[in-house]
């Protein structure tokens, strides 16, 4: 007897584990361990975070008596809202398996680009959010703390002068340390298929 | 990574229309799948006399199959197809360079294999 045959023999009674195997929903839902998989999983929790902070922002909206707050909070909502459609269009765009009807060069371009428009979509995330969301925090923080009014703050040049230069370096230091973190993540994968592409070429 | 091929086998295989062989179907598959998951890169050195090889493969070709394991991994994929009995064509299609780019990377890797033979 084989070792197939053995292995077949062994399979209980109830076990619905070959069936499943047949059935495309199931098969959807087992996790794939190519990178660009796991890209397309955490860019779908991205996703999800970003609705509960667009409607945490907006539920804050109703506490909020200043309008300079709440144009920034507004700000900040509608670069979530971008955020959100930009990134559901990305992952809807990115494959949830490899395409057999690609060749093997294709395949590869496919994945370097489908990275790289993760990336461009990660640096504008990078570049506006954080440091807006960080000016609209010290505000607030202002504002929980000390009781004044936003106007408080914004009229006392040394305070705008501090906001100003957080917002300055926050850009880039949002921009380096995402980079960073990509590199981490994703450089030596990305140097790999890139490498095989200049073999190819 | 096998693990991985037989996922992305099983769920590519309800698009496979059946205009191409099976086993190209598999190889392109297989070949994607390797290429595009994260590892380290596994080429081997050899030194000195190799151990026991595989049963029924004889001792040529296990010098073979060890030469060819220590080539860069695109070399390897174009030689193998070769040697499973793909034309130049079909080569092509697979990787996705013209049959005249594999002529001239089949032509460079059996230099480099007999190179590489003598030392095995």
């Known amino acids: ?27 959807a839902g087992l996790p794939s361990k190519l990178p660009l998989a796991k890209l397309k999983r955490n860019l779908f929790k991205s996703i999800v975070a970003a609705v509960f902070i667009a409607l945490a922002y907006a539920g804050v909206l ?9 144009l920034g909070v507004g700000i900040l909502i509608i670069f ?11 992952f809807l765009q990115l494959p949830v398996s ?5 060749s093997l060069k294709q395949e590869l ?33 202002g504002i929980a703390a000390t009781g004044h009014q936003p106007e408080f703050f914004l009229t006392r040049p040394r305070i705008l002068l501090f906001l100003l230069l957080l917002i300055i370096l926050l850009m880039p230091l949002c921009y380096w340390l995402d980079r960073l973190l990509y590199r981490h993540m994703y450089g030596r994968h990305l140097a790999a298929l890139r490498q095989a592409i200049d073999e190819l070429s | 990574m096998y693990q991985e091929i037989v996922l992305q086998s099983w769920k590519t295989y309800p698009a ?15 070949l994607n799948t390797i290429f595009t998951l994260n590892r380290k890169v596994n080429r081997v050195q050899y030194g000195g006399v190799p151990e026991t090889g595989i049963p029924g493969r004889s001792d ?9 394991r220590t080539l860069p991994e695109t070399e390897r994929a174009v030689i193998s197809l070769h040697l499973e009995g793909y034309d130049n064509r079909e080569v092509g299609e697979i990787i996705g360079i013209t049959p005249n780019l594999v002529a001239v990377k ?6 480099q294999l007999s190179t590489l033979l003598k030392d095995i």
Do not use: C
């Open chain 2, 16 to 30: 496979f229309r059946g205009d191409a062989k099976f086993s190209t179907w598999l190889y392109r598959v297989s």
């Open chain 2, 60 to 68: 040529e070709s296990e010098r073979l199959y060890k030469a060819i």
């Open chain 1, 62 to 70: 109703f506490f909020l008596h200043s309008w300079l707050v709440v």
């Open chain 2, 106 to 111: 089949i032509h460079r890797i059996r230099q």
């Open chain 1, 109 to 141: 371009q496919y994945h370097v680009r489908s990275f790289e428009l993760w990336w461009s979509q990660q640096v504008k995330v990078s570049l506006f959010i954080y440091p807006v969301a960080a000016a609209a925090g010290f505000i607030i923080g």
């Open chain 1, 80 to 90: 979530n809202v971008w955020t959100i459609i930009s990134g559901w269009r990305l």
């Open chain 1, 98 to 102: 490899v395409t057999p009807a690609h």
């Open chain 1, 1 to 27: 007897m084989t070792d197939l045959e053995q292995l077949w023999r062994q399979n209980r009674e109830g076990d619905t584990l070959p069936e499943n195997l047949m059935d495309e929903h199931f098969l």
